[in-house]
């Protein structure tokens, strides 16, 4: 299935034959209230209240008079294959789906949205979810798969890392697993992430990788985390222009070279393993200059030959061979035993 879903009914001409049902004033009210008449513009209670000199709870009153009254329409039955083919769509789109993805896959066009939005409130079979800790705003055809899907996001927020970040299409496998008795109709990769969209408490980053939307590695909020997802994403040693280039190109924000430099400075989770080089610490790199690498080594491994220590230090630092062996004959920090092995000075 695409991640386009053609919507072939006409919201437009269904609310205008609906609304025929109502008196002038009440027609009015709705038309204000969803954005029906020329302007696509949704008007408060508030507003509509000071409109016509009345009080907000009146309105409301007339806005559930109207709606009522247009359910036992003889027009509302007369639209029962619109309601048939709104049902369909929804299904189409994972019987359960955010407002914001239903409203946009119908159309692009606002004042169609709140047709096909006015169509949903006064359609029976379809029910509305309010937004909560846990969801967004959504719409539903079928309590059951829906209470399934809200189980099954629960059960997948709850087996995630703080800061784990795991690829799109092993996301959406996990989440297969806890909806594996759904119909075969659902199980389909954008339908999934749909469901997947329907939670506040997950999120995705702009590389497509999955994880708990309070996590920095999901909802990035400056330089440091912008970096730390770029280098990640590279995998390899990458000089700090590289990464300020690649936070303007991923994230569309602005990322001074000096600026970058001085975050990844500041910031444990970058390790600097040659001018101007970082990783990340999470692969294994010793922090500290070269210096410390050696102290680090030798502490780990013991007294080394001169050999040992260059080979060593390669693999944690992108340096010059001599480099090394300056830091490495410094009297002050290292001294070299009969054997010809160095030892950290007072060990």
């Known amino acids: 299935m695409s991640d386009t879903v053609n919507i072939k009914l006409k919201p437009k001409q269904a609310t205008k034959r609906l609304l025929a049902a109502l008196s002038p004033r009440s027609r009015e009210v709705i038309a204000k209230r969803y954005g029906l008449g020329e302007s696509p ?9 000071k409109k ?9 009153q007339i806005e559930n008079h109207a709606l009522t009254h247009v359910r036992k329409s003889k027009e509302y039955q007369k639209e029962k294959p619109t309601f048939e083919e709104l049902k369909e769509f929804v299904h189409s789109l994972g019987g359960i789906v955010s407002e914001r993805d239903l409203l946009n896959h119908a159309s692009s066009d606002k004042s169609t949205q709140n047709h096909t939005h006015f169509l949903l409130v006064v359609g029976e079979e379809f029910v509305r979810e309010k ?4 969801f967004k705003h959504r719409w ?16 997948l927020y709850a087996s995630l890392g703080d800061d784990e970040l795991i690829h799109e299409g092993d996301m959406v496998n996990n989440f297969l697993n806890h909806v594996k008795d759904v119909s075969e109709r659902y199980k389909d990769e954008e339908i999934i992430k749909r469901w997947l969209a329907l939670s506040k408490k997950i999120g995705r980053n702009p590389f497509g990788e999955w994880g708990k939307a309070s996590s920095s590695n999901v909802n990035a909020k ?37 600026t970058t430099h001085n975050e990844l400075i500041k910031d444990p989770r970058f390790v600097l393993v040659g001018r101007g080089l970082y990783a990340l610490a ?33 693999k944690e630092r992108y340096v010059k061979e001599n480099t090394i062996l300056v830091n490495l004959h410094n009297p002050k920090y290292f001294l070299k035993d009969k054997e010809g092995k160095y030892h950290v000075v007072g060990k």
């Open 282 to 314: 999470e692969w294994g790199y010793l922090s500290g200059v070269v210096k410390d690498v050696i102290r680090k080594i030798l502490e780990k491994h013991g007294p080394l030959p001169k050999d040992k220590v260059v080979e060593k230090v390669l």
């Open 222 to 258: 400056g330089v440091r985390d912008y970096a730390f997802l770029v280098i990640r994403k590279h995998g390899s040693p990458i000089h700090f222009r590289e990464v300020a280039k690649a936070i303007e190109q991923y994230f569309n924000r602005k990322a001074h070279v000096a």
């Open 140 to 155: 539903h055809v079928d309590r059951q798969l829906a209470e399934k899907i809200h189980s099954a996001l629960k059960k």
């Open 41 to 49: 513009e949704r008007m408060t209670l508030e507003a509509i209240g």
């Open 131 to 134: 937004e909560d800790e846990h």
């Open 52 to 60: 016509y000199g009345i009080t907000r709870e009146r309105v409301r």
